[in-house]
């Protein structure tokens, strides 16, 4: 699995990149924490971004393409990856397309956490109070100043990702702002939806808070059972995406209804659309 977590900082790109790490056994590619180790570590690369990352700038886009470009090569990379913090501009995002291509990689989501921008403040605040009381050392760009000029950055030039990865279809958008269980849950829903991912890893996730959600049965019947019959598909598509096209087996080649579907039921009423679903499913 092949995927980028889109967002801007304390939308919990990091946070959902771990979980993803824990339960599908691929890595987190973070350039922010790569940087951070480059500074720590004074090479070459450390020293020439230590100032602009500490002032909440972003560092030429050939640096950190070299350092993705070298970090896929790892035999790690190979069963799979998240990308958390890159690409973050268009350029980036263009040169990505050029590396996945020569690599043979294919790239099977972006999922943006879409957040309300006012509590990011607050978010980041509670972070640094939290690792102040761990005793753990603070970002020097977690301050109120330097968060202001990185949310600026990730409007005008992260934010147009948005546009670039909606259009090539790859873009599901995720409620940020749920609770910390929630999004998991929605990802995985979705990643289960489009093919990603077996529907048994996205039943792990509902079993473990003893949730009921009705996506998760018919996935995995219709991921096993597609092409059997329309109805067998259009079971799955509805309980995985509320919606009435694809099926996991199809998304992988058009993921067109699929995202769209994911998309449009991330608006924050998980619960509704569950027993919305659970009805729809009763009348089938
Ligand atoms: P955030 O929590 O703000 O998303 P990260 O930990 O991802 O921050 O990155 C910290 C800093 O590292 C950024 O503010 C930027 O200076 C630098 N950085 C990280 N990734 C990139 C990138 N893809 N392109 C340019 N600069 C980057």
């Known amino acids: 699995m092949r995927l980028i977590l889109l967002g801007p900082p304390g939308s919990g790109k990091g946070t959902q990149a771990q979980r993803l ?12 924490e ?62 990505l397309d050029e590396l996945l291509k020569k690599k043979h990689m294919r790239l099977d989501a972006v999922i943006e956490l879409r957040v309300n921008e006012s509590a990011l403040l607050q978010r980041v605040e509670t972070r640094v109070a939290e690792m102040r009381a761990r005793g753990e050392e603070v970002r020097i760009d977690d301050t109120q100043e330097v968060l202001t000029k990185r949310l600026a950055s990730y409007r005008t030039l992260t934010e147009p990702l948005i546009h670039y ?11 940020g702002m749920m609770t910390i269980e929630h999004v998991t849950r929605e990802i995985s829903r979705i990643l ?11 039943k792990k996730v509902g079993a473990a808070k003893g949730a009921k959600s009705s ?8 991921s096993k ?22 099926v996991p087996q199809r998304a992988k080649k058009s993921l ?16 509704k659309t569950v027993k919305k679903v659970t009805k729809k499913r009763a009348k089938a």
């Open 21 to 32: 790490v824990h339960r599908h056994g691929i890595v987190q590619l973070s350039t922010g």
């Open 34 to 95: 790569m940087l951070r180790a480059a500074v720590a570590a004074q090479t070459p690369v450390g020293l020439k971004a230590k100032d602009i990352m500490a002032s909440g700038g972003l560092v030429p886009d050939d640096m950190v393409i070299g350092i993705i470009s070298d970090r896929l090569d790892q035999p790690d990379a190979a069963k799979g990856f998240i990308l958390d913090g890159f690409p973050r501009t268009v350029p980036q995002a263009e040169a």
């Open 165 to 175: 990865y909606s259009e090539r279809r790859k873009l599901l958008t995720v409620d």
């Open 192 to 202: 289960t939806a489009i093919g990603a991912v077996e529907a048994k890893a996205a």
């Open 215 to 222: 996506a998760k049965p018919a996935a995995r019947k219709t």
């Open 225 to 246: 059972s597609a092409g059997k019959g329309p109805g067998a598909s259009k079971k799955t598509a509805r309980a995985s995406l509320k919606a009435g096209k694809p």
């Open 256 to 271: 067109r209804g699929a995202l769209a579907s994911a998309k449009a039921r991330t608006a924050a009423k998980p619960r």
